[in-house]
């Protein structure tokens, strides 16, 4: 009777896993195998490998994708750190996660707004004798929107590992004669590290297949894989080479997450 009662538990998430995962992927990976003209063939994969333009292209987004990560995780563990210390710290939680609650659009519009000639970062230029500059459609304007919006996903996962520290390793450091700096290092920043992993999964991954920030802070001067999926989904109707180029981006999402998966679980037993 108990395992009945299991296995009805699972049923209804073993059917969003199969709806929702599983076959969009298994789909996805199908539809590479088609061309233009539906015909099965392994042309779309010729093509995408011994194109420098998508080999260009995926250099791109694994170098924007580490950058966005790095600013973010220099951001958000500083943040998360100063949070676990504060008196309020669930209230400043919440102002952190608060603009995940708007939509990424609406973000990226505000942010067209700001860097525009006649916006907020111009006018703050003007007045400090710089001069209006060209901020919009730049690698720099798309990497700050792409690193702001990230951040609540970074600041999260390492906030936790630090408010689930025990404060006994913290003071037996301090007792033994470490240095805040020492203690910091040898202590609190390597047991906080499956935090960190954890958000350099939650940034790095989405941020390998941004499309949309791309063309609207990036004036398609950023050139990445998600923006070629766009391209081919919706304008060459070339869905063989788009999912082609999303099974890449799977395969890639696969290995940064092995990469990056904690086995501290097997060593600390």
Same mark, same amino acid.
């Given at each position: ?20 995962? /599983?076959?969009?992927?298994? @789909?996805?990976? &199908?539809? +590479?195998?088609?061309? $233009? ?5 392994? #042309? ?106 990230? /951040?609540?996903?970074?600041? @999260?996962?390492? &906030?936790? +590992?630090?408010?689930? $520290? ?5 003071? #037996? ?97």
């Amino acid at each position: 009777m108990t395992k009945r009662k299991t296995c009805g538990y699972f049923i209804p998430y073993g059917l969003w896993l199969g709806l929702f995962v /599983i076959a969009p992927v298994a @789909l996805i990976v &199908y539809q +590479s195998f088609f061309s $233009l003209d539906h015909h099965v063939t392994l #042309a779309n994969y010729a093509t995408y490998f011994q194109s420098g333009v998508y080999l260009k292209m995926t250099l791109n987004s694994v170098w924007y994708a580490f950058l966005i990560t790095l600013f973010t995780g220099l951001i958000s563990y500083p943040t998360a750190y100063v949070l676990r210390q504060l008196k309020h710290r669930q209230f400043w939680l919440l102002l952190v996660i608060l603009p995940t609650w708007i939509n990424i659009l609406l973000k990226a519009y505000a942010f067209i707004g700001i860097f525009s000639q006649d916006g907020v970062a111009n006018s703050f230029l003007r007045f400090i004798g710089i001069g209006p500059q060209q901020l919009l459609f730049t690698n720099a304007s798309f990497i700050f929107v792409a690193t702001y919006i990230q /951040i609540p996903f970074m600041i @999260l996962p390492i &906030y936790n +590992s630090l408010a689930d $520290l025990n404060p006994a390793y913290i003071n #037996a450091s301090l007792d033994l004669g470490a240095t805040r700096w020492q203690t910091f290092y040898r202590v609190i920043f390597p047991l906080t590290l499956p935090g960190v992993k954890a958000g350099v999964q939650a940034v790095f991954i989405p941020s390998l297949s941004l499309f949309m920030l791309t063309r609207l802070i990036g004036g398609n001067k950023v050139i990445t894989l998600g923006t070629a999926i766009e391209e081919h989904f919706l304008t060459t109707m070339n869905w063989g080479m788009g999912s082609t180029i999303g099974v890449v981006l799977i395969v890639a999402m696969i290995i940064v997450m092995q990469l990056t998966n904690d086995h501290s679980g097997r060593s600390s037993q």
